[in-house]
């Protein structure tokens, strides 16, 4: 069965979905909301697409507000309620208030949580947003430029601009053709889309907190967080942002932070594994993916 029978089939009986990206939302998150919410009037489900923590004027806060004049602030809610039937997109579990039902995320995951989902879909993709556009695709619903451009962002920032080991290259050739097909800018969009992280006058918090996630491995607790940067940065400056980790480290009761610099130049990756006690450099020559690549190491050095 086909994911867009099996979606139609789950969505039987339902009064109206929730809709949720995962906290600290980035551009796909919020992105596939929009895509998703669109998805279902097309479907003729009722619904609604939240942010249930306070929308922070960050680096995605400006990419949604300068691509798209959407503020993101129009779709926060401070209200949890749990009677909510929630479709979580880009992520697979959540701490919110409410029934998970359905779930669409280009973040495979061997959790048994989804197998108590009336809908899951997930494989490995460039983008969620992506995802979504699949099953327009299948349903005959017709994309709008605005709407192509969004799918276009979120896959090329999620990949950094297709450098990533994410990349799925059919993708990549079909938002090659999508861009074509409305006359989208694409080089324009991809030099946009690398996103370099703003260093010069910015707080240390603020740049070491850059994208930053949680993760629980047993009973451990680590945090991870990323910048961008087209050279990288000198030692003197990197020591100071490490010390600073290690004070948030501690302050938190973290058993390590994952602190990524990913140089656009010469496409390497800079992984400094920071516990209290040490640092740990591991460096590659590729663009990886934080979810897809680093993170599941991590995950094995805590189940070993």
Known sequence: MGNLKKLKQALNFQEKITILGHDNIDVDAFISGILLSHFLDFLGIKNEFLILEEVKENETYHVIKEMF?????????????EN??????????????????????????????????????????????????????????????????MILVSMMIDTVSFRSQKTVKEEESKAKELAKKYSLDYESLERYCLLLTPIEGVPINSIINNGYKYYTYGKNRVKSSYIQVYDMIDEETLINWILTIKEELISEGLTMWVFIIYECKNFVTYEYRITEKNVRIVKNNKILSRGTNIMPEIEKLFSN
């Open 84 to 149: 909510r039937v929630l479709f979580l997109e880009d992520h697979y579990k959540s701490s919110h208030k409410g029934v998970v039902k359905f779930c669409l995320d280009h973040h495979p995951t061997n959790d048994k949580i989804v197998k108590n989902y009336l809908f899951y879909s997930s494989k490995i993709s460039c983008s969620t947003s992506y995802m979504i556009y699949e099953l327009m695709k299948e349903a005959g619903y017709e994309i709008t430029e605005d709407e192509t451009k």
């Open 69 to 81: 004049g959407i503020d993101m602030k129009d779709y926060y809610s401070s209200e949890e309620n």
